[in-house]
């Protein structure tokens, strides 16, 4: 079957650094798309990872390694505003998305 | 980037009335639209993928009876809720993708549903 596993609860401090770790297993890979979505609202898009490697954008990144079925997004100079859920998301071989649980990221000062 | 609208954004109805929410691509023709439902705390859980002139491909447990997909064309699609109750209110998602070389989907702005 198809899984993606990521945790279900981080907390952070604001100005710190903190690492969602995503895991997947699916049939087919066309790559992993990370989602910020905040409480009530839709997800919006972080980043895209293909090819194995680390993606920079701003505060944050993310890395990407197929052979391990393995990505994490990291997450610089936090900021309040980071609170939310972040949702680890593969393309399979229909290029149809299997979404995590998400991970919710509480940010205290 | 890519704007999806979806409109209402909140609806409350009765229970046994029909809901029909409308997602639109903006700025972009989306050959594929998605259709999502969410519920308290829990992740999207995809109902329905829409291509544009065939008919939906519903997911397994999602009663293609009572959650009615039409993709009429490259911008629009629409789910309507069939004689709504309680345990369908629940935040709809829809998606879109203008099969660019990610495959990247622009989410719309959500519909909450309340059936009383």
């Known amino acids: 079957g198809q899984n993606i596993d990521q945790p279900t609860e981080m907390t952070a401090t604001e100005g710190a650094i903190v690492q969602i770790n995503c895991t997947y297993q699916?049939?087919?890979?066309?790559?992993l798309f990370w989602y910020q979505q905040h409480a009530g609202e839709a997800p919006t898009f972080l980043s895209y990872?293909?090819l194995d490697g680390l993606e920079e954008k701003g505060r944050f990144s993310s890395f990407l390694s197929r052979s391990k079925g393995y990505s994490y997004l990291l997450l610089k100079e936090l900021q309040m505003k980071d609170s939310a859920s972040y949702l680890c998301?593969?393309?399979?071989?229909?290029?149809?998305?299997?979404w995590g649980a998400g991970t919710k990221l509480i940010i205290k000062p | 980037g890519a704007v999806v609208s979806q409109h209402p954004s909140r609806v409350i109805c009765k229970s046994g009335t029909s809901v029909k929410i409308e997602c639109r691509s903006l700025d972009f023709q989306a050959t594929t639209m998605f259709w999502y439902r969410q519920f308290p705390k829990q992740s999207l859980m995809l109902m329905a993928t829409?291509?544009?002139?065939?008919?939906?491909?519903?997911e397994q447990g999602v009663e293609k009876d009572k959650f009615l997909i039409n993709h009429a064309s490259l911008t629009l699609s629409t789910l309507t809720v069939t004689s709504a109750h309680p345990e369908d209110s629940s935040f709809y998602i829809c998606?879109?993708?203008?099969?660019?070389?990610?495959?990247?989907?622009?989410f719309g702005p959500g519909t909450r549903l309340t059936v009383l």
């Open positions: 998301a593969v393309s399979d071989s229909n290029y149809q998305l299997i």
């Open positions: 990872n293909v």
């Open positions: 829409s291509n544009e002139g065939s008919k939906a491909t519903y």
């Open positions: 699916t049939s087919g890979f066309n790559g």
């Open positions: 998606s879109a993708r203008d099969g660019r070389e990610n495959n990247e989907q622009f």
